[in-house]
């Protein structure tokens, strides 16, 4: 596709559900990142994958999170057990390589009740 | 382990003047890459600078320049002739090869009219 495309744009769930989130990458690019993004602040770093392997896991906050990617294409990050302090926006970004420019999704807003 | 700081959480300009945004970083690495990114109140974040740490020379991008002190470690973003739609929130981000993309916490710029 012409930029990343992720999947729920915003996601409404209850206290203790699972939630899967979706990133759909630019064609071809091999690194594709996640970050949170909670209200007004910074971009904390979850994970990150190089085609299909995640050489990075330790921004993962706990073992509810998990990720994956298949393909060198699509990801899905998936959260066990839902709690109110993972409301926040996800955001997925990918690149060609290292160092080249990163181009992030619109995000998809958790909000968790 | 690699870090970002951006000492700035909020600043102010009056529309047309120049305002120069503070970025540090801490790394022992020689070859890296660092970014500014935009975030305006859509959520999507927006390349605004890329300079090669290897470059010598800053980067610039129309009313965008970059002053890239590679021995302080520092990497601060001028804005000139401010404008309103430069509102946003501004991060500072670095990248060494295989490794995850480190942002800073932000600034955020209001642009008085």
């Known amino acids: 596709g012409a930029g990343v495309s992720q999947s729920p744009s915003n996601k409404v769930t209850e206290k203790g559900k699972d939630v899967e989130l979706r990133c759909d990458p630019i064609?071809?690019?091999?690194?594709l990142y996640w970050y949170r993004q909670s209200l007004g602040q910074g971009l904390e770093f979850l994970i990150y994958f190089q085609g299909n392997s995640a050489p990075d896991k330790s921004g993962l906050p706990s073992d509810r999170f998990s990720a994956e990617r298949t393909g060198g294409s699509v990801s899905t990050l998936t959260i066990q057990r839902t709690q109110q302090e993972d409301s926040a926006v996800y955001l997925c970004?990918?690149?060609?390589?290292?160092?080249?420019?990163?181009?992030f999704g619109e995000g998809s807003w958790l909000t968790v009740v | 382990a690699q870090t970002v700081t951006q000492s700035q959480p909020e600043m102010s300009v009056q529309e047309a003047e120049t305002v120069t945004l503070s970025c540090t970083y801490d790394?022992?690495?020689?070859?890296?890459?660092l970014f500014w990114y935009k975030q305006p109140p859509s959520r999507q974040m927006i390349l605004v600078i890329r300079q090669e740490a290897y470059k010598q020379q800053n980067a610039t991008e129309n009313r965008f320049s970059v002053n890239f002190q590679k021995a302080a470690k520092s990497f601060s973003l001028k804005i000139s002739d401010s404008q309103l739609g430069d509102a946003a929130m501004y991060f500072c981000a670095y990248d060494y090869r295989d490794d995850k993309i480190i942002f800073g916490k932000g600034t955020r710029l209001h642009i008085l009219p």
């Open positions: 790394t022992s690495e020689s070859d890296y890459y």
């Open positions: 970004a990918s690149s060609t390589t290292v160092g080249n420019t990163i181009y």
């Open positions: 064609s071809g690019h091999t690194a």
